[in-house]
């Protein structure tokens, strides 16, 4: 996916008389708060990182959005094995058994391991930014709309709240809204002809082995299956 800066968003709304003087940083919070409100996958970037566990625990990275799957680091000699989620109820408390699965738990801006010391990688999906460090928003002319109308919503709502604009521009831009946002989870939703292949892979497996996808980081969830009859 292609995306685009903030500023052109900033710039279309400014169009409006009503919002020529609202604030940088208020069209920024705004379209933080969109994202994760309206949060379809492709909105998102996949990234991987080191972190370095100290105590059972390591910071995130700072553009961190969600966990897609956590493995031990890679060593000379020595294979990558697969976290799972921690079930564990006293995950949290110091007093860990000596022997236990490779688990964590997510808290905070840090991760919780079942290991004491070391370095797991991580794959997650965190918001793209540009080099100031503002959100880059997805290049889908539906999606760009939609937020551009997002942030005339809030703002007419404190407007029409004062008194300032009648109801009927604010149920019009409410109206425009969802129509725009619908249209926008349409097209970023609907999967292309590889993403269908790998879908149909997943989908016609006969005896799917979720435990071996799983410590492999589903390399080959969506391959073909083949069977060879005698």
Not at 14 to 24: A, G, H, M, S, V
Request: proline content about 4%.
């Amino acid at each position: 996916m292609k995306y685009i800066s903030i500023k052109l968003i900033m710039d279309r709304v400014t169009r409006n008389e009503l919002l020529k003087d609202i604030p940088f940083e208020t069209v920024v919070d705004y379209t933080q708060e969109f994202i994760r409100i309206v949060g379809m996958p492709k909105v998102f970037i996949e990234k991987t990182a080191i972190v370095e566990i100290t105590q059972y625990r390591g910071k995130l990275p700072c553009d961190f959005y969600d966990m897609i799957q956590v493995r031990t680091a890679k060593k000379p000699g020595h294979h990558q094995h697969a976290f799972r989620y921690s079930t564990d109820s006293f995950h949290m408390s110091p007093e860990k058994p000596r022997w236990s699965d490779l688990t964590y738990k997510i808290q905070g801006e840090c991760i919780f391991t079942s290991i004491e010391k070391g370095a797991v990688e991580i794959a997650y999906r965190a918001m793209p930014v540009d080099e100031d460090g503002y959100p880059l928003i997805i290049d889908n002319s539906s999606y760009d709309k939609a937020l551009e109308l997002y942030i005339k919503l809030q703002c007419f709502t404190a407007l029409f709240e004062q008194g300032k604009i009648s109801a009927q521009v604010l149920d019009r831009t409410e109206q425009q809204y969802d129509w725009y946002v619908g249209q926008a989870q349409t097209d970023l939703i609907r999967p292309s002809i590889d993403q269908m292949q790998s879908l149909s892979g997943m989908w016609n497996k006969l005896l799917p082995d979720v435990q071996q996808d799983h410590r492999h980081g589903f390399v080959h969830e969506g391959s073909t299956e083949h069977i060879i009859t005698h």
